[in-house]
Nanobody, 123 residues
Framework: QVQLVESGGGLVQAGGSLRLSCAAS????????MGWFRQAPGKEREFVAA???????IYGDSVKGRFTISRDNAKITVYLQMNSLKPEDTAVYSC?????????????????WGQGTQVTVSS
C-alpha cells in the first residue's frame, strides 16, 4: 500500500521560509514523478512544482524563483523549500506521485496523494 506523508507546514510571517517534506512508502521504485499541489479555501487545487527522477524540475508561475523542489531518491522523499512567502501562498499543500507523467500540472496524472499539510502565511 502506497502512502505519502507530508510534514513541515505551519504558520509563518510574510517574507519567511518553510520546508515541506513528503515521505513515500510502498512505492516499488524511485522513478516516480513527484509533485506538489496546493489548495486555498474556495479555490481549485493549483500546481506548484514537480520533480522527475532524472533531476528535471518545473514550477508553477506563481512560485518560480521562490520555491525549490528537491528529492532524495534513496529515501523516496521529496522536499519543497519555500522562501519569500506571501499571504497568498496560504493553502493546504499536498504531494503526489505518478509514473511516466507528461501532463505534470494535471491532477489526474498522479496516482497517489498525501493528506496535505497546512501552510499559513500572515501579513
Amino acid at each position: 500500500q502506497v502512502q505519502l506523508v507530508e510534514s513541515g507546514g505551519g504558520l509563518v510571517q510574510a517574507g519567511g521560509s518553510l520546508r515541506l517534506s513528503c515521505a513515500a512508502s510502498g512505492l516499488t521504485r524511485s522513478s516516480y514523478t513527484m509533485g506538489w499541489f496546493r489548495q486555498a479555501p474556495g479555490k481549485e487545487r493549483e500546481f506548484v512544482a514537480a520533480s522527475w527522477s532524472d533531476g528535471a524540475t518545473i514550477y508553477g508561475d506563481s512560485v518560480k524563483g521562490r520555491f525549490t523542489i528537491s528529492r532524495d531518491n534513496a529515501k523516496i522523499t521529496v522536499y519543497l523549500q519555500m522562501n519569500s512567502l506571501k499571504p497568498e501562498d496560504t493553502a493546504v499543500y499536498s504531494c503526489a506521485a505518478g509514473r511516466s507523467i507528461v501532463l505534470y500540472d494535471n491532477l489526474r496524472s498522479y496516482e497517489h496523494w498525501g493528506q496535505g499539510t497546512q501552510v499559513t502565511v500572515s501579513s
